[in-house]
């Protein structure tokens, strides 16, 4: 969450952020609707193309359109709520004065990088205006300019940041600072066209290094230090970077992200998710250490519905911890388990992180799919085997053995839930349907039942379904803008030569296959730590997947090594954001699990080593 410190604005301050509320209050409303629209097209076209028989022409096209700007606008909600993925570890432990300082360098990048980029977003709008979609026969442009329109509002919303949370003194010294740094980079210019691709270091290190661990959201962080080589280092037109956003935001496959991510809420809010627990709790709630394997079981399930390492955590902790404490387990414990669990199944579909990595690195989703599974099991009894090691050291609980009438009035009611997981992987696999089009139907199928469960216990409260589209147009759009910037980044460092170099580089690393892929290992568990997993893999996959096709490394079974290892680093302390969000989620100080949570991450990185040298674990069932 974005840190506002009191301070008394003067009537022009209050007046710009009284604004923003208003703007954001509608970006809010447009954005719910998008979700919505986007969601009632895809269906429609589901349901014409499989039960009628009868596909729409535009359904696609229509979708695409609407993406881009519930993408943009997303991304704008998620700035002006603070909720874009960055680093906050060393923000954290300043002063409360130093804190404000840096959150002030943060808005001011942000609102300098959307100001160089809004003349050229524009410009990428007219270009595209004399393009005709083939289906509907609108003009391009009309979806283009979701770019600039989105970079405006984000430059509202930094200055009112700004206004809200500094004083003039403090503004003036981030501007100074940032001036400097900017100066010197100008200055130098001469210099770093001289040092060839050297200069990618001053750029892609220690510039992206700087922002990010200045709390910079880690999409500004890329986009600036893209804009930065792009201005000084090169004659490149600056609308590359605006048209390779627009190409990163606008596959047909990353459609299915706002999806899952609402599907993930639905699944919490319909309380599917809690009849799996319930389920569950009454098949092993007497065993000792039971509720800790009811908890990962959830979490394997549950991973399989949401897509969404947040909504999983957030629909399983509150309905196991209670239970849990009362049996005499430890919060931190509870925490510590709760984050491993949630690294433990990356790869179980319809992940994300699965769905974004066939997206950047051209690899079927359906094989991932596939693929996925196994190596979420094998990590899955790995930390199953460090529960049970735990657990032989408490006490048998003073719990019954749940008599089977119970056992079987859990299950009928977990049917739906159990249904689900099982409807969204037949269905990609069996390449009945798209995981974009899984996703909708899951969204369907959850409201129904949800709607019908409701008509026995009236458990829903309509009035989250509202906040519920916020959530999913605001983390969308966070993930995508990364995408998007990612996509330049990428673009930027394959023309200046260093993807080739690094491809020759990696190919000569001893070992061969075995030793390339335990560098990757090390790379993506600190770059999952460092820049959490999404956009590691979106900026560095594209240029290490290609060394590892020409070492022989599968594709399926390399993305696996690479969505493990990033989760890993993604729930390691003490940078991983996983790791707090676990620790936000259970209302547990970060420091009474850091040293519980370890013992976990040691049987996940012995399960890596292991879905790693056996590729028939990743690869076996394709």
Same mark, same amino acid.
């Given at each position: 969450?974005?840190y ?19 703007v954001?209050?509608v970006? *809010?409303?447009? !954005? +719910?609707? #998008? ?6 097209? @895809? &269906?429609?076209? /589901?349901?014409?193309r499989? =039960? ?25 909600l ?29 808005a ?20 595209q ?11 391009? *442009?009309?979806? !283009? +300019?979701? #770019? ?6 984000? @430059? &509202?919303?930094? /200055?009112?940041?700004?206004? =809200? ?8 010294s ?21 040092m060839?691709?050297?200069?990618l ?34 004659n ?5 970077v ?12 990353l ?11 639905l ?14 709790a ?5 065993v ?8 990962l ?16 955590m ?24 709760l984050s ?79 249904a ?13 349907a ?51 910037m ?13 993807s ?5 580089l ?58 493990l ?58």
């Open positions: 969450m974005t506002r410190a009191p301070v008394n604005m003067n009537p022009f301050a209050r007046a710009l952020v009284g604004l923003n509320r208003m954001m209050h970006v *809010g409303a447009l !954005a +719910a609707c #998008l979700v919505l629209a986007e969601t009632i097209v @895809l &269906l429609t076209g /589901v349901i014409y499989y =039960a009628l028989h009868d596909p729409l022409v535009w359904s696609d096209e229509l979708a695409s359109i609407l993406f881009i700007w519930l993408s943009m606008l997303g991304a704008v998620a700035l002006d709520r603070g909720e874009h993925m960055r680093l906050t570890a060393i923000i954290n432990k300043c002063s409360e004065k130093g804190r404000i300082w840096l959150e002030t360098v943060a001011l990048v942000v609102c300098i990088f959307v100001l160089m980029v809004i003349h050229p977003a524009l410009d990428h709008a007219v270009e205006m004399p393009i005709t979609t083939p289906a509907l026969e609108i003009p391009d *442009g009309l979806r !283009a +300019a979701a #770019l600039p329109v989105g970079a405006i509002l984000m @430059l &509202l919303a930094a /200055v009112s940041r700004m206004a =809200a949370l500094t004083t003039m003194r403090l503004l003036l981030a501007l100074a600072v940032v001036a400097v740094i900017a100066g010197a980079l100008w200055l130098a210019q001469p210099a770093l066209m001289a060839g691709n050297y200069n270091i001053v750029f892609f290190v220690l510039l992206i290094g700087v922002c990010v661990a200045g709390g910079i959201p880690i999409a500004f962080a890329f986009g600036t230090a893209t804009m930065a080589y792009l201005a000084l280092a090169t490149a037109p600056l609308m590359i605006v048209s390779r956003m627009d190409e990163g935001m606008s596959s047909l496959i459609l299915s992200v706002p999806l899952f991510v609402l599907l993930g809420s699944l919490e809010m319909s309380g599917l998710a809690k009849t799996l627990i319930d389920f569950m009454a098949l092993l709630g007497h000792r250490g039971g509720l800790q394997y009811v908890l079981g959830a979490m394997f399930l549950v991973s399989g519905i949401s897509g969404s390492k947040a909504a999983d957030a629909a399983i902790a509150p309905a196991l911890f209670p239970e849990m404490k009362k049996r005499g387990s430890k919060p931190e414990e509870l925490v510590a388990l491993s669990s949630g690294a433990m199944t990356e790869t179980i579909p319809p992940s994300l992180v699965l769905i974004t990595i066939g997206a950047v690195c051209s690899v079927s989703i359906t094989a991932l799919f596939i693929g996925g599974l196994m190596p979420a099991a094998i990590a899955t009894i790995a930390i199953a085997v460090v529960c049970w090691m735990r657990a032989r050291r408490e006490p048998m609980p003073d719990v019954p053995r749940a008599p089977m009438s119970l056992i079987m009035k859990t299950l009928i009611a977990a049917i739906p839930a159990l689900l997981p099982m409807l969204i992987r037949v269905a990609v696999i069996e390449g009945v798209t995981a974009t089009e899984v996703a909708t139907i899951g969204v369907a199928y959850t409201v129904v039942v949800g709607l019908i469960m409701h008509l026995f216990m009236k458990h829903l409260n309509f009035k989250r379904l509202y906040p519920m589209l916020i959530e999913a147009a605001a983390l969308s759009g966070a993930i995508l803008l990364i995408i998007g990612a996509t330049a980044m990428a673009w930027a460092l394959t023309q200046s030569g260093f080739s170099k690094l491809v020759a990696m190919q000569g690393v001893p070992g061969g296959g075995a030793g390339f892929l335990l560098i990757t290992i090390v790379i993506f568990i600190v770059l999952g730590s460092l820049l959490e997993g999404i956009p590691a893999i979106v900026l560095f996959g594209p240029l290490l997947f290609p060394v590892a096709r020409s070492l022989g490394v599968h594709d399926v079974h390399y993305a696996m090594v690479v969505i290892a990033m989760g890993i680093g993604l729930f390691a302390p003490p940078f991983g954001v996983g790791f707090y969000a676990a620790c936000a989620i259970g209302k547990v100080s970060p420091d009474g699990v850091f040293n519980r949570v370890w013992g976990y991450l040691a049987a996940l990185v012995v399960a890596l080593l292991v879905v790693a040298f056996v590729p028939w674990i990743s690869i076996g069932f394709l």
